[in-house]
């Protein structure tokens, strides 16, 4: 989980690099191909039924939508925020996917969750700095991309029967297209042979982050290992000074400070809910 960690840090690091010099639909596009060279075989080795047979089509298409938004939001976000920035609204998802999740998932949550959820927000108006500078675009796609990804972890709480490679190949094939959509409107010439390498390396680490997490989860339970996902903010402060010499906001550090309090809080409480509900009946907090 760990080394998930850093891989997505240096994925994101690297997106930030590339899209300074290349078309954002260029960028996720070659993104995608680079990672269908890895998902394809895998896929392969599942049956073609797994693409064919899936469960509820309509929220698979939405899942692929809120992805496919996602990802073009961050690599907008962070051509003009600092790392640090971005990740710290992304890192604020998992307290949107418990505020709506009463409403679309059915879940009980209670005053302590409430309470926990009430702090993330605050966390994140924190971060913003509330001031004409919060309502600049940079800074609302930010909170819009950070929206889809929890609408994208939501949706996924509906597909739990779907197989991991199956979820991440209609991820990428939709952002790829996505991006093929866009290439015409900003393709720029492939200036080295690194740039190259790099934008095949993206898609690569990306995956290869995806499948280090995904086997983190099924080698322990998720209570050990997700709360490691915080991790990835050190490391995006660390690849945001060394690449780019982005230093962290005091305002956006105190921010994070809460959205990880409040995250970590609503975590260990559903997990603690958890371990009573197989014990007792289920009941109101």
Same mark, same amino acid.
Request: aromatic content about 12%; glycine content about 8%.
């Given at each position: ?7 997505? *840090? ?19 596009? #070659?993104?995608? =191909? ?26 698979? @298409? ?6 496919? &938004? ?32 009463? @409403? ?7 005053? $302590?969750?409430?309470? *926990? =959820?009430?702090? /993330? ?25 950070? %929206? ?7 949706? /996924? ?7 991991? +490679? ?11 297209? %996505?991006?093929? &959509? ?7 010439? =492939? *200036? +080295?042979? $690194? ?16 499948? #280090? ?9 998720? *209570? ?22 982005? #230093? ?17 809080? =609503? ?19």
């Amino acid at each position: 989980m760990l080394l998930g960690m850093v891989m997505f *840090a240096l994925n994101d690091a690297m997106g930030k690099w590339l899209v300074s010099s290349y078309g954002l639909g260029q960028v996720v596009l #070659l993104r995608s =191909i680079a990672a269908l060279l890895i998902l394809v075989p895998m896929v392969w080795m599942a049956g073609a039924s797994s693409l064919i047979n899936v469960e509820r089509p309509g929220m698979q @298409f939405a899942r692929v939508v809120f992805s496919t &938004a996602e990802v073009f939001c961050f690599y907008y976000a962070v051509m003009y925020l600092p790392l640090a920035d971005v990740m710290t609204y992304w890192l604020a998802a998992p307290i949107y996917v418990a505020a709506v999740s009463p @409403f679309l998932l059915g879940e009980q949550v209670g005053w $302590r969750r409430w309470t *926990a =959820i009430a702090i /993330g927000f605050i966390g994140v108006i924190i971060a913003l700095e509330p001031s004409s500078a919060m309502f600049t675009m940079p800074a609302v796609i930010s909170i819009i991309g950070s %929206a889809a990804f929890a609408f994208m972890l939501i949706t /996924g709480r509906f597909l739990r029967g779907t197989p991991d +490679s199956t979820l991440v190949f209609f991820q990428v094939v939709g952002a790829g297209l %996505a991006g093929l &959509a866009f290439v015409p409107f900003d393709w720029a010439p =492939i *200036a +080295s042979s $690194r740039d190259l390498l790099l934008l095949g390396l993206l898609g690569i680490v990306a995956m290869s982050a995806h499948m #280090l997490v995904n086997r983190a989860l099924k080698m322990s339970d998720a *209570a050990t290992v997700a709360p490691l996902q915080y991790t990835l903010l050190l490391w995006a402060v660390i690849f945001g000074w060394l690449f780019f010499g982005d #230093l962290p906001r005091l305002g956006m550090m105190i921010g994070a400070a809460l959205i990880i309090a409040s995250g970590l809080f =609503i975590f260990v409480r559903e997990q603690t809910l958890k371990k009573k509900e197989k014990v007792l009946p289920a009941v109101p907090e």
